[in-house]
């Protein structure tokens, strides 16, 4: 939405995605990829309307497929203290947005549950590692990740955060 586009500094506006939806019909590009992302700080459904709306605009314009990527936070970014939005909220999401756009776009979301391994690797620290390697020895499905995750001492997990947080204080 133009709202969190704005809260996060991106600098892209409707104007420019619909330039470029333009330029691709003029071109003859077969379609236009959009990636987009989920779950980020203070998102509201009025976000996600918002976005299945002007995506409609676009593909009126010329094809396009969503890719659709979670928000993780990952370590000295802007945004390394702020929490993964949940497996089940963004797994929410993203069926207002398949819903949404079903026979009008081709939605192309990442996996809910392996951007929470995401998450929990890019906010642990070398225990997180270990932990992966684990999961990856006990055959890799999302179960034995979360296992492995879940078996992390809570005190130990993301050494860094708790610094962060002490000096927010």
């Known amino acids: 939405s133009v709202r969190l586009r704005r809260t996060l500094s991106k600098g892209t506006t409707e104007k420019h995605l619909l330039g470029c939806a333009e330029l691709a019909a003029k071109h003859r590009f077969k379609v236009l990829k959009v990636y987009m992302m989920v779950g980020v700080p203070d998102e509201q459904p009025e976000d996600i309307e918002e976005l299945i709306s002007f995506t409609k605009e676009m593909a009126k314009i010329h094809p396009v497929a969503l890719g659709i990527a979670p928000f993780v936070p990952k370590r000295n970014t802007p945004m390394d203290t702020d929490r993964f939005a949940g497996i089940k909220n963004v ?53 034995d990740y979360k296992r492995a995750f879940k078996a992390l001492d809570e005190n130990t997990r993301s050494p860094w955060r708790a610094t962060v947080e002490q000096r927010a204080l």
């Open 91 to 143: 797994d929410r999401t993203l069926k207002q947005i398949r819903r949404g756009l079903s026979g009008v776009v081709d939605v192309r979301p990442t996996s809910a549950r392996w951007a929470w391994v995401e998450a929990q690797l890019a906010q642990g620290g070398p225990e997180a590692g270990e932990a992966v390697y684990e999961a990856v020895k006990n055959g890799g499905v999302f179960s």
